[in-house]
């Protein structure tokens, strides 16, 4: 990825700038994900029901079933029934509501008629439809959005809680439905049915406040305006009755604390300190629950890539960080590719980097410099931060046999690991004479003459640069 090339220059960088550097590009590597650990659109099956499997539904029944809805006369209750049912199965369902012509018009009818239980099983069908293709979820947010919103504002729980879930899955599908919902005005009432004695509604409600959230600024702004964050307080919990609930509600605090802007905010509202003692309960109660301790672990990290100020604030439960040595030893990827988030940002706290330094996270973070690409490379972003506090992390580095580990990482073929690494070897060298003594015993003047007619052009630069200030003259005195 391109815009890793210029994150560590080889001048002396302060640790706020490389933060600030680390910080700008995480907006643009991250936003786009949720690593698919919650998925963005969800159906929704009736107690019992379950998607695959035998289910008995077939593509004819689907369009027999549209067909006779749209004739007057018939009972339209066991219709509906069969078409938000099959539609839950999966996309080839979907894809035959759609043959029908009219269909998603005649279901639109339904859902702003008078039948309250029509309503509502039409708001379902809906739900399960827009949880397709973006085909899918685009003709139901031009044709249904409007009264999907106009319900979250009714006094009815059940279509407050359908609405809200059909509204999240259509905010989950693409950048354009957030656009047009937010249009549509679907923001401050998804934002008041938070405030519901309905658990399913505020969970719904949630759901869809997490996806509509991604990636816009201005979602984020005027969810602030709305009064989101205070509303957010209650729900730091990890009572049982409300964890399905914080699941959604930890995406939120990510996606708030993604820019920077709203920290200030969040932390006067706790969000920093409760979120933090959560990560820190987590740990010793239930370290696999992915859904929850992922998010947490990312909105911890986007609020410490900020000023050291905020790193110090997390810091005060003095759990955090023997708490987050412990995430690093996960058999989850996902959550050791957060925790070294966490990590490759508070570092940049001189107290923090020297109890890192001299403390056996070290190990950790060097040991995991053999892993696959993602974890290796957010590895080398922590040691890079370490190493941008001077001569005395160096010190501690070499102590600690950091640079052998990095070494045999010049033979990879990523062009984003290998600039990283790079800069590692550069600060190394240029701290400490006696690293290019080291570096040498352990094959690394083989490895970087290797790479000084790589194809990338910035790559053979590097290398070249690195040879010619540090083992050219050695070379040539060995040469006369």
């Not at 005027?222 to 009064?227: I, P």
């Not at 900020?306 to 996902?334: C, F, K, M, W």
């Not at 190493?387 to 073929?413: F, R």
Request: net charge negative; charged share 20%.
């Amino acid at each position: 990825m391109d815009e890793h090339k210029d994150k560590y220059k080889h001048q002396v960088d302060s640790v706020d700038k490389l933060k600030e550097k680390r910080g700008q590009e995480v907006i643009s590597l991250r936003k786009e994900k949720r690593e698919k650990i919650v998925s963005s659109k969800r159906f929704r099956f009736e107690d019992g029901q379950a998607g695959g499997g035998e289910h008995g539904f077939t593509e004819e029944m689907v369009t027999d079933s549209c067909k006779k809805l749209q004739h007057s006369g018939q009972e339209k209750l066991p219709l509906l029934q069969c078409v938000r049912q099959a539609c839950a199965q999966g996309v080839i369902y979907i894809d035959a509501f759609f043959k029908v012509e009219n269909s998603l018009q005649c279901i639109v009818g339904l859902l702003t008629g008078n039948d309250v239980e029509l309503q509502h099983e039409a708001a379902w069908c809906l739900t399960n439809i827009s949880a397709g293709n973006t085909d899918h979820a685009l003709s139901v947010a031009k044709s249904a959005a409007p009264y999907l919103i106009t319900y979250l504002s009714s006094n009815n729980p059940l279509m407050q809680d359908q609405c809200a879930w059909a509204l999240g899955n259509l905010a989950g599908d693409s950048p354009e439905c957030r656009t047009m919902m937010q249009a549509q005005g679907a923001v401050v009432p998804l934002v008041t049915l938070l405030q519901s004695p309905v658990p399913a509604v505020v969970q719904s409600a949630a759901f869809a406040l997490s996806n509509i959230a991604r990636d816009s600024p201005d979602v984020t702004r005027e969810l602030v305006t709305a009064g989101l964050v205070p509303m957010l307080v209650p729900y730091i919990s990890l009572a049982p009755e409300n964890r399905p609930i914080l699941e959604e509600v930890a995406w939120i605090l990510t996606y708030l604390s993604t820019s920077g802007e709203h920290v200030p905010l969040m932390i006067e509202n706790g969000l920093l300190t409760s979120a933090v003692s959560l990560i820190v309960k987590l740990q010793g109660e239930n370290p696999q629950d992915v859904k929850t301790v992922t998010p947490l672990l990312r909105c911890l990290g986007n609020i410490c890539s900020g000023p050291n100020d905020y790193t110090l604030l997390a810091l005060e439960n003095p759990r955090l960080l023997h708490t987050v040595g412990q995430y690093l030893d996960s058999s989850i990827r996902h959550i050791v590719k957060e925790t070294l988030w966490v990590l490759s940002n508070i570092v940049g706290e001189p107290s923090v980097a020297a109890s890192v330094s001299s403390g056996p996270i070290l190990q950790k973070v060097t040991d995991k410099l053999e892993d696959g690409f993602d974890i290796k490379q957010e590895a080398l972003y922590v040691l890079n931060n370490l190493l941008s506090h001077g001569p005395e992390a160096c010190e501690s580095l070499l102590n600690h046999k950091v640079l052998p580990a990095v070494v045999p990482i010049l033979k990879s073929h990523d062009v984003d690991v290998l600039n990283l690494a790079l800069a590692f070897i550069e600060m190394m060298l240029r701290f400490n004479t006696d690293c290019s003594e080291v570096f040498e015993s352990y094959g690394g003047v083989t490895r970087l003459e290797g790479l000084e007619y790589h194809s990338n052009h910035t790559i053979a630069e590097k290398a070249n640069s690195l040879l010619e200030m540090y083992f050219q003259k050695e070379n040539e005195d060995v040469g006369q």
